[in-house]
């Protein structure tokens, strides 16, 4: 069974940083691509990043570049949200996601970044106070 579990929410003020963790269980981070959205009530969801796990090449949204870093950990079956400078608009529930498929696709819509998203996790909330 496929799961995915994030980690690592919570409230800081504007200019702080946090760390979300997207626990997988039931596949290796081997050749597939992850990524992480965000939602905020009352907006739709948007991709915030994206990685191909098998080579590492990473997409950011045109909103968090420079500031977030999207990466993963093979050997503890971990992708992470390095998110610092934090804004008030970055304020939202953040998810990650993946597609499993050997041939996944990471897209560019609207300066933001898209995959097919086979399974989700249960979501984090980060909340920076102005």
């Known amino acids: 069974q496929v799961q995915l579990v994030e980690s690592g929410g919570g409230s800081v003020q504007a200019g702080g940083s946090l760390r979300l963790s997207c626990a997988a269980s039931?596949?290796?981070?081997?050749?597939?691509?992850m990524a992480w959205f965000r939602q905020a009530p009352g907006k739709e969801r948007e991709g915030v990043a994206a990685?191909?796990?098998?080579?590492?090449?990473?997409y950011y949204a045109d909103s968090v570049k420079g500031r977030f870093t999207i990466s993963r950990d093979k050997a503890k079956n971990t992708m992470y949200l390095q998110m610092n400078s934090l804004k008030p608009e970055d304020t939202a529930m953040y998810y990650c996601?993946?597609?499993?498929?050997?041939?996944?696709?990471?897209?560019?819509?609207?300066?933001?970044?898209?995959?097919?998203?086979?399974?989700w996790g249960q979501g984090t909330q980060v909340t920076v106070s102005s």
């Open positions: 990685i191909y796990t098998g080579g590492g090449t990473t």
């Open positions: 039931g596949y290796t981070l081997s050749s597939n691509c």
């Open positions: 996601a993946a597609d499993l498929r050997r041939g996944c696709g990471i897209k560019v819509v609207a300066g933001r970044p898209e995959i097919r998203s086979d399974y």
